[in-house]
């Protein structure tokens, strides 16, 4: 949700601006720009849309400098516009700033600006920043200060970035709630709002804590909230740079969904063994007799992985289970105590929601357990403990092999809670076997694209699609659901299969596709018959199932696997007919309208 990100060193700024951007792209593509530093004087150059659009801008302007600011928007406080594109500056042009985060208390800041006499250019609520620095600068006469009074006075999140003639090659960097990373190389010192946009750089990284201010210019120097100089340690990273590239594939979406049966065999490597061990997390067995219920928080498809979660957890262990969605979790007054192991799922481990949720678990006393895809993403300096999923990096917006990996990590995680409890069993050692098998049948289920592809085709001009399912089905329809409408924006609805007698069924129409999910056997039969419903108001029904054939349905067959694990499997033709039709109309999967990649504001 924005981009930031900042270069001061020996050589150009503006192509490792762009450079850095691009990949930043993901959190946000409203709008774009960059601030250089040139000749005692900043340069801002910034319109609406996409970074390719700025980088033609830039083409015509002719603008050097060794230090610079840039931002990718996706827009929060005021329309996608040039006015409203960062980076922001007052009005004497003493200080040009980028902004992750929302400033909630704006409206009351710029009441107290115009009252001093300031006037604003744009509707975001970043347009303060430069402002109160300005006048705080002119009482302080001090740079510093002025950035410390304008801190003090800000409400809500931010990861800022700041130039300013009078400090030269300096750039200022400071944050709350929001994430930003420094790098350094042989050439110079980057910040950024994450580490894929500076991994090309470096592979050491310093991670600023909330409050904290650093200095960029030769070196860095850090500051905790009170302005003392502290020292940070960096920690290097080992990515591997080809895995933010698309290889090869049209799309990173199709990339990652085939990806997916890697990314499940990383996450799960080293920990299914005899026993389930987790690097640097385990539960003993008093603690986890003593807890009375578990709690999951996580948002989008990280949420329905947690639903799968709950089924997996409620079948095999027998505690029960909450799932909420994070930004409803703070504000339902959640019974959680001591005695509440509380989950939190995020890939990217920035969803700003997610993170707020489980500072709230923890102040309430329960065990905090993160589980994200991004190796020192802001949720894992908050959680009592973190487990990774080594998905790798995920750039399309529409998550897909997050959640197969999230999906498998969780089901790995309840066979650790069920073993500890119980000791091992036949049951649950056959279900691990199952887990580790899952890789080559998740090969079997990519290897059918063109069928889905065919699919996609028939489909790609509907008006309206519908999923449905009983059990851990229905949380796979959900997901299935969530994927068509956020890249193809074709309206879609998930029912539990049982549910669509009590109203929705009166959607149906002649013609209605309509997606049925049967992976339990235990269920099958009813939800058969409640797509038998549907037929007979003439919708069309596309099986996602196990068997081999349906009566007068088109069948989309699955390997058959425990229900538990059949998520992993029936996700993926619903992730690829998503991505087809979207496909067949011309769409941008990677960067479906509307939508970013971190959501980092609530
Ligand atoms: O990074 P997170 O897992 O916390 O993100 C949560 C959701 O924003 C995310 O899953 C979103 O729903 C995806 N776009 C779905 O494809």
Redesign the pocket.
Known sequence: MCGIVGYVGKDEALPKLTKGLKTLEYRGYDSAGVAVLQNKEIYVVKDKGRIANLEELLKHEHIKGNIGIAHTRWATHGVPSKENAHPHMDDEKRFAVVHNGIIENYLELKDFLIDKGYTFKSQTDTEVIPLLLNYYYKKEKDVLKALGKTLQDLKGSYAILVISPLLGKTILAAKKNSPLVIGKNESGIFAASDIPALISYTNEFYFLEDGDVALLNDTITFYNDEFKPIKKKSKKIDWDMEATNKNGYEDYMLKEIMEQPEALKNTLNGIIGKKIEFLNFSLDKDYLDSITNIHIV??????HAGLSGKYAIEKLCRIPVTVSVASEFRYQDPIINAKTLCIF???????AD?IAALKLARDKGAVTLAITNVFESSITREAKYTIYTHAGPEIA????K??TSQVGILVALTLYIKEIRDGHSKESDKLKEELINLPKLMDVVLADKDIYKDYAKRMYKVRDLFYIGRGNDYNIAMEGS??LK?ISYIHSEAYPAGELKHGPIALIEDGTFVFGIATDAKVEEKTLSNLEEVKARGANIVLVADKEEAKDMDIIKIPKVNPILAPILAVIPLQFIAYYIAKEKGLDVDMPRN?A???TVE
Request: with cysteine.
């Open positions: 996580a948002c989008g498809t990280a949420m799922i995020s890939q990217s481990g920035e969803t997610t917006v529409a998550s897909t997050a959640y969530l994927k956020e939508l990649k971190s959501v």
